[in-house]
């Protein structure tokens, strides 16, 4: 028997290598296209905002600190692109919603036409780790439960915007329910 009051006499704890103590990446451990992604959910949260020219917010955003690191040509991509495709991102998005999109996070909101985006335009991405991305965005950036609502809406889309990938996938059993 452990004696709890003792703090030499609990276990260690043992932390998973490139993880906060929140259960967050380490920034050391993000890949390129995840930090991309990131400053791409940043940038479309200031033109879904601050309705911000996105000229303007692509000069500021790659002044940011840690940029560089970035895989630029894919948060091109991710910015221009979801920007671009506003109207038709949130006509796919809309369908899946309980509520108004006016009501939903502008995090959420910037999560989901990412994931949307990469869904329709980068075949090279997995949608398992287009899910998995936003899913997280949602979690290091949005509100408590927000990643839920993410899932909940881009795992319905998959099928639909991915659907040979998704039903390979469950026919091996990899997709989730």
Known sequence: MTDDTN????????????LTSTGARKAS???????????????????LVGRNEPAAID????????????????????????????VELDALIVPLLDRKLAEISPIEHAAMW?????????????WRVVLNECIELAK???????HKYVNAVLNGLAPKLRAAEVEADRATGKARP
Do not use: M, N
Request: aromatic fraction near 10%; proline fraction near 5%; include cysteine.
């Open 59 to 86: 000069a500021f955003t790659r002044d940011l600190a840690g940029f560089h690191k970035a895989d630029a040509a894919h948060y091109d991509a991710l910015l221009h692109g979801s920007i671009a495709e506003a």
């Open 29 to 47: 451990a993000k890949s390129t296209r995840s930090r991309a992604r990131e400053f791409a959910l940043q940038a479309l949260y200031q033109h």
């Open 140 to 146: 290091e950036f949005g509100g408590t439960d927000g």
């Open 114 to 126: 990412i994931g949307v985006y990469e869904f329709r335009h980068c075949p090279d991405v997995p």
């Open 7 to 18: 703090p030499s006499s609990r276990p260690t704890r043992q932390t998973r290598g490139g």
